[in-house]
Every structure is written in structure tokens, then in C-alpha cells.
């Protein structure tokens, strides 16, 4: 079965360093997000591209975050300068058209240590 | 806003034992609802999804969840819990045209011997 992979699997940084996440989805998959995951609580969306597109980026903190996906295929979220309150797991998933009908496909996530 | 609440922080059941994963949801209109389950340190995988057509919905691995628009609720069951099935599990609230999916706080499961 196809999977969205994600890299680094694990990340130490430390405060004000520069850092960068990739992701690839499942191939043909429209749409993509990016979601932080605080140690003990759910997911949250920061970012959801549609092809190349950002649809929703209300979340994202857009002084230090950065997110593309250039020709619609696979993804980068950056984060400069990292905070001690960005170490999370950060998820990506795909899904084939958006929208509550279409499930979507998570990668096993960058874990994020800032030091 | 639409959102879930996830009443339980954790829930610890015997093997063999039934599961009961209590969800509530908060939407001003028939809301597509989801359960995740996410084990150690991987991604999420769904278990299974309600989007208006039968209230009672069968996931994977033996799990199944009733819509209840009275109650509000959207609880997880299984008759008989299996050592593998402990992990985190995430009741979630699809918004909006988008997909844009919000979850709960989560609710980990552990299965004792």
C-alpha cells in the first residue's frame, strides 16, 4: 500500500537554528496538510495546499513558518528562527481530492526536539 | 464552531474486555465525524468514518461507532479488546468544504493482560 513518507524521522535543533521538513504524498494525491502535534494533545492543522495552492494557512504562524509545495507534488515546511514551544511532531498527510469524502493518509511524522 | 470533546483522558480496559471510547461532538449542522487511532511514535490511521448515511458505522479491526444527533455523541466500541489495540485514539470533526479536520484530545487506551 502507498504511504506519504516524511524526513527526517527524528530532528534535535537548537533555538534559533533554521530547520526543514519535507514530505512526499501518495502519488495523484491532490491535496496536502501539514499538521503539529503538541506532546498530549491532538493535531492541528497549520497548513493545507491544494495542488500548489495554500487553501488554509490560518494556523500557521507565518513569522517563522514557512510552507510550499512548488509543483504540486511533494512539500517543505520550514521553520526559522525554531522556539523551545515548536518541539512537536510535525505530520503530513495527503488525500486524492479534499473535502470530508476523502480520507486522508497520514506519514509517521518529523519529531522536533529544540534545545 | 464545530469541535469534539473526548471525555475520557484515559481508559483501561482486560483483554477480552469491552472498549468504550466516549466522543461528543459540538456542530450546527450533520457534521462528518472520524475515529484515528495512532500507535507510539507512528502516523495516524483511520478507523473509520460517518458522513450522514448509516448512524451505526463498522471500522477496521472490529471497532464500530454510533451516531447518536440526540445525545450528540459519536462513541467508539469494541466487544472484545485485543493487546494490539492499545494506543491513542482521536475522535475528529471534518470543517467545512475543504476537509479541514479538528481533533480532540485523545483518549489512550490500555489493554492489560
Known amino acids: 500500500e502507498a504511504e506519504v513518507a516524511q524526513s527526517p524521522r527524528y530532528k534535535i535543533t537548537e533555538k534559533s537554528q533554521a530547520v526543514a521538513f519535507w514530505c512526499d504524498p501518495i502519488?495523484?494525491?491532490?491535496?496536502l496538510y501539514w499538521y503539529r502535534q503538541i506532546l498530549g494533545q491532538g493535531p492541528e492543522l497549520l497548513v493545507q495546499f491544494q495542488d500548489e495552492s495554500v487553501v488554509d494557512d490560518s494556523q500557521l504562524p507565518k513569522d517563522r513558518f514557512s510552507a510550499e509545495r512548488l509543483k504540486g507534488v511533494d512539500s517543505t515546511l520550514k521553520i526559522q528562527p525554531a522556539e523551545l514551544g515548536d518541539s512537536a511532531m510535525y505530520l503530513c498527510?495527503?488525500?486524492?481530492?479534499?473535502?470530508?469524502?476523502?480520507?486522508?493518509?497520514f506519514g509517521n511524522g518529523t519529531r522536533l526536539t529544540v534545545t | 464552531a464545530q469541535s469534539v470533546t473526548q471525555l475520557d483522558s484515559h481508559v483501561s480496559v482486560s483483554e477480552g474486555t469491552p472498549v468504550l471510547l466516549r466522543c461528543n461532538y459540538s456542530s450546527s449542522y450533520s457534521p462528518s465525524l472520524f475515529w484515528y487511532v495512532q500507535h507510539p511514535n507512528k502516523g495516524l490511521q483511520l478507523l473509520l468514518k460517518y458522513t450522514s448515511a448509516a448512524t451505526l458505522v463498522k471500522g477496521i479491526n472490529g471497532f464500530e461507532a454510533e451516531f447518536k444527533k440526540s445525545e450528540t455523541s459519536f462513541h467508539l466500541t469494541k466487544p472484545s479488546a485485543h493487546m494490539s489495540d492499545a494506543a491513542e485514539y482521536f475522535c475528529v470533526v471534518s470543517v467545512g468544504q475543504g476537509g479541514k479536520l479538528i481533533f480532540g484530545q485523545g483518549t489512550e487506551l490500555s489493554v492489560k493482560p
Open positions: 502519488s495523484g494525491h491532490a491535496t
Open positions: 498527510a495527503s488525500s486524492l481530492i479534499g473535502g470530508s469524502n476523502s480520507p486522508l493518509h
